[in-house]
């Protein structure tokens, strides 16, 4: 499953933020959040005031992937409209470094990132396509995915969680064979 790239990129960084800048558990670890989790996500530096509008976002995007998780689709549409709505997302046409035109969404309120994740995320759901984002199965993780496989069989966060979740599964299956 492809959206467009835009989409593809957008709903990609919706995924690490979260998974960044929210606490909980990523494969049995407790998540520390902080700034330099902010900077690895945008591949650049983040000062402490973008780092707290980022958090503040992430904490908005994470209902998102728990409800389309659940199936909730009517709650992800709800959220996601929340999401444009307050950060005034604008659709701009833009053309810069040698890009053809091509459209933008920015944020006439709150951090950029605001209106580009929202955006991203209401173009999952025009796609019905909210089956694609997701929450790790495995014990003891609670980070989220977009699930971009041709037969929409992601179930984990990471190879690491989906490894760790085979090997327990192997474990328990030969103990209980006599
Ligand atoms: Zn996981």
Not at 23 to 40: F, K, L, Q, S
Not at 124 to 136: I, K, M, P, S, Y
């Amino acid at each position: 499953m492809n959206f467009d790239s835009y989409t593809d990129r957008v709903v990609g960084v919706a995924a690490a933020l979260v998974n960044a800048l929210t606490p909980g558990e990523h494969g049995g670890r407790p998540v520390r959040v902080d700034a330099e989790r902010a900077a690895a996500v945008l591949g650049r530096p983040v000062g402490a005031a973008e780092a707290a509008d980022l958090t503040r976002l992430a904490g908005r995007l994470r209902p998102v992937f728990l409800a389309a998780e659940d199936g909730a689709t009517d709650r992800v549409a709800e959220l996601v409209n929340t999401l444009l709505a307050d950060y005034r997302s604008e659709p701009r046409l833009s053309r810069h470094d040698g890009e053809p035109w091509h459209l933008h969404f920015t944020s006439a309120a709150g951090t950029e990132w605001g209106a580009a994740c929202a955006t991203g995320l209401a173009v999952v759901v025009d796609g019905q396509a909210t089956g694609r984002l997701g929450v790790c199965r495995a014990d003891g993780c609670d980070r989220v995915y977009v699930d971009v496989s041709r037969n929409a069989s992601r179930r984990f966060c990471s190879e690491a969680c989906l490894n760790r979740t085979k090997v327990a599964a192997f474990r328990a299956r030969a103990r209980a064979t006599p």
